[in-house]
């Protein structure tokens, strides 16, 4: 009696184990399946994969929560189920990470595409400063009145910056105040306060009949302020030939200023001295933004700096002067051309000097010399 008891008890306690293992087994197959079947359909869907790798994977997982129940699986199944439910957790892990690995790769890709009907980026194109363009314009208009451009040195010697172009010592513009001088070129040497010194350099090796004009920088240590720099620009002039007179320097000068600054603008002729011209005058223009009265010139009346000074009385260009300085000129005088060498019986010539910059702030309205070397693209873009 008591042997079939054991046996009874015995028999059911294993029968209970055995349904429980195989029940355990089969647990592991379906969420094999199901967790297969369910990262295949969200490929390509972080987020959803995400939440799969938290559902399965996570500390209270659906296999974690399997993994409890190996407590009581029969002792002698436990190392079997043990071993599915890891190769469970391993293709589920593998599945998610394969599947996540793929759709990273498929965004970065889809990232890295080129979509070339998207419009271009348009390259940020510069634009010649505007002394540049000032200098080009007023080039462009002497070599239609048959002048070719030329250069010279910006390191010059006293000898071609003053003593060729007859300004003695004692002149006030030697003074080294007025000139930057090259100590370690032994004093002698300067950075050219001007681009007359090129005169006699071309003059030198060119025989006339000739006419040039000669863009380039000039240095002065003058304090820097709205109307003054150290460095500034300059175009020189110089025609050169039998029976050059004074008349074709007005002619010459007058049809710049016209080109330059509209057909309706008048010039005048101002006695005045210069050691390398005799006789020598300031130009000047009828200031372009009042005509010389309170009317202005037809092209100026849109112009910015007229609108700006339309309220105040006084013209703020010209101070009501009605006239500008715009260039020095005049005939070359005779030692000069002794100098390098040319007879002044048989040879007249004329010349004349301007600044590039008074013709370009003149031109533009613009009322600080400063803001062409400021590099200041908001100004730059202006022109
Ligand atoms: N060199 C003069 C200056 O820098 C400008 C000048 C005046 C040049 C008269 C000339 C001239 O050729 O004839 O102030």
């Avoid at 498929?106 to 400063?129: C, E, F, M, Q, W």
Wanted: proline fraction near 5%.
């Amino acid at each position: 009696m008591l042997c079939v008891k054991y046996y009874v008890e015995c028999m059911t306690h294993d029968t209970l184990h055995m349904t429980q293992d195989c029940h355990m087994k089969e647990k592991i197959r379906a969420l094999k399946e199901k967790a297969g079947a369910e990262i295949t359909a969200a490929a390509g869907q972080r987020e959803i994969l995400e939440s799969l790798r938290i559902k399965y994977l996570g500390r209270k997982g659906e296999i974690s929560e399997i993994f409890k129940g190996i407590s009581s699986v029969a002792p002698e199944d436990k190392a079997e189920v043990g071993g599915l439910l890891n190769e469970l957790k391993i293709s589920v892990t593998n599945a998610l990470e394969g599947s996540l690995a793929a759709s990273s790769a498929g965004t970065s890709a889809a990232k890295n595409r080129i979509d070339v009907t998207l419009p271009g980026i348009p390259a940020r194109l510069g634009k010649l400063h505007p002394i540049t363009q000032t200098i080009n314009r007023i080039s462009e208009i002497f070599i239609g009145l048959g002048f070719r451009v030329v250069d010279g040195p910006e390191i010059e010697t006293e000898h071609y910056n003053f003593e060729t172009l007859n300004i003695p010592l004692e002149h006030p513009s030697r003074d080294a105040f007025d000139t930057f001088y090259l100590e370690s070129l032994g004093g002698k040497n300067l950075l050219r306060s001007h681009t007359s010194p090129v005169q006699a350099r071309f003059m030198e090796k060119n025989k006339p009949p000739f006419s040039i004009i000669v863009p380039g920088k000039v240095y002065r240590p003058d304090a820097t302020d709205a109307s003054h720099s150290f460095m500034f620009h300059q175009v020189e002039g110089l025609c050169v030939g039998k029976e050059i007179h004074f008349s074709d320097l007005k002619g010459c000068l007058e049809t710049f200023a016209k080109e330059m600054f509209g057909s309706s603008t008048k010039m005048r002729l101002r006695p005045s001295f210069f050691p390398f011209t005799e006789p020598s005058a300031e130009v000047d223009i009828s200031c372009i933004i009042c005509s010389g009265a309170s009317d202005p010139a037809p092209e100026a009346r849109d112009d910015r700096v007229f609108q700006r000074n339309a309220q105040i009385k006084r013209c703020g260009v010209c101070g009501g002067k009605g006239w500008l300085e715009i260039l020095g000129a005049g005939m070359v005088n005779p030692k000069v051309f002794e100098k390098v060498g040319y007879d002044p019986k048989k040879v007249t010539g004329f010349a004349f000097g301007m600044g590039v910059e008074r013709i370009a702030m003149l031109k533009h309205g613009i009322n600080d010399i400063r803001m062409f070397y400021e590099n200041d693209e908001r100004f730059l873009r202006q022109f």
